[in-house]
């Protein structure tokens, strides 16, 4: 069964930093991008980064730019967000997905075929 599980999401102070994770199981991660995308309360889902099959590219809103930094671990079958500066309008759950594609990397949620359950981010003081 192929699935997508994201961890590393809890409560944080404005101004910090959490690293989440998206691990997948029942297949490998080699032959896809990586999506991260994020939707909070009354809101549509939006796109916050994603990176390519290889790693050689990616892409970030530009709400998340010079804060969020992507990147995976195809050994570890990982992929990681890194978010510093964190600000209350980052509030949201997010969400990994991954899209089997050889290049590149879409910021759009229906270009991706497999979606984990998400994991909540808070940034309150």
């Known amino acids: 069964q192929l699935q997508l599980v994201e961890s590393g999401g809890g409560l944080v102070q404005p101004g910090g930093s959490l690293r989440l994770s998206c691990a997948a199981s029942g297949f490998t991660l080699d032959y896809y991008a990586i999506g991260w995308f994020r939707q909070a309360p009354g809101k549509e889902r939006e796109g916050v980064s994603c990176?390519?099959?290889?790693?050689?590219?990616?892409n970030y809103a530009d709400s998340v730019k010079g804060r969020f930094t992507i990147s995976r671990d195809n050994a570890k079958n990982t992929v990681y967000l890194q978010m510093n500066s964190l600000k209350p309008e980052d509030t949201a759950v997010y969400y990994c997905?991954?899209?089997?594609?050889?290049?590149?990397?879409?910021?759009?949620?229906?270009?991706?075929?497999?979606w984990g359950q998400g994991t909540q981010v808070t940034v309150s003081s």
């Open positions: 990176i390519s099959s290889s790693g050689g590219s990616g």
């Open positions: 997905a991954a899209d089997r594609r050889t290049y590149g990397c879409p910021l759009r949620a229906g270009s991706y075929d497999y």
